[in-house]
Each structure stands twice: as structure tokens, then as C-alpha cells.
């Protein structure tokens, strides 16, 4: 059994940074990537962030770029906007991607962190 735990969210106001971290423990596994998604309420669970385990390319949604940056145990968050308002996801995956963008083709899922950011 694989267990992500994120940590880290909480409430800032529009301008400020926030850093979350991604913890895996239980049964070791072969990374290809870790990525990062959230969900809004009524929305759908959206791509924000990913890097290859390997070489540690990254890619990013084009609403992020620029301001947050991902690393291998966690997500910089900077320059924050109300939208990015949302519950954030870590996530694992065993196989070849290319953008790494898809939710559906992660392995293992943490439980969420909530990220508030009031304007």
C-alpha cells in the first residue's frame, strides 16, 4: 500500500506564496512523475503541475507558469489569486508521459489540502 499526504494549505491573502509538501510512505514503488491537480467546488479535478522523477523535467498549466514551481517533494506556490482558491491534490505515477497531464493515468492519490486565497 502507497500513502501520499500532503501538508501545507491554508488561507493567504492574493499576493502571497504558499508551499506544499508531498509525502509518500508505505510500499516503495518506481516514480515516473509526481504531479499536482486541484478541484473547485462543481468543477473538475484540473492539471497544475508535474515534473518526471527521472530527469526532472516539469511542465505546467498555463494559468500557474511563472508563479508556482514544482519540485520533487512539493509544490511553490507564489503570487496566489483567488482563483487559485481550490483543493490541492498530490499524485503518483509508474508509467511514461509526455505532458503528464492526465488525472485518469495516476497511480496513487493523496487526500487533498485546501488552499484559500482571499482577495
Known amino acids: 500500500q502507497v500513502q501520499l499526504v500532503e501538508s501545507g494549505g491554508g488561507l493567504v491573502q492574493a499576493g502571497d506564496s504558499l508551499r506544499l509538501s508531498c509525502t509518500a510512505s508505505?510500499?516503495?514503488?518506481?516514480?515516473?512523475?509526481m504531479g499536482w491537480f486541484r478541484q473547485a467546488p462543481g468543477k473538475e479535478r484540473e492539471f497544475v503541475a508535474a515534473?518526471?522523477w527521472g530527469d526532472g523535467r516539469t511542465y505546467y498549466a498555463n494559468s500557474v507558469k511563472g508563479r508556482f514551481t514544482i519540485a520533487r517533494d512539493g509544490l511553490q506556490m507564489n503570487s496566489l489569486k483567488p482563483e487559485d482558491t481550490s483543493v490541492y491534490y498530490c499524485?503518483?505515477?509508474?508509467?511514461?508521459?509526455?505532458?503528464?497531464?492526465?488525472?485518469?493515468?495516476?497511480?496513487?492519490w493523496g487526500q487533498g489540502t485546501q488552499v484559500t486565497v482571499s482577495s
Open positions: 508505505g510500499r516503495t514503488f518506481s516514480k515516473y512523475a
Open positions: 499524485a503518483a505515477r509508474t508509467s511514461y508521459c509526455a505532458g503528464c497531464s492526465n488525472p485518469d493515468e495516476y497511480n496513487y
Open positions: 515534473i518526471r
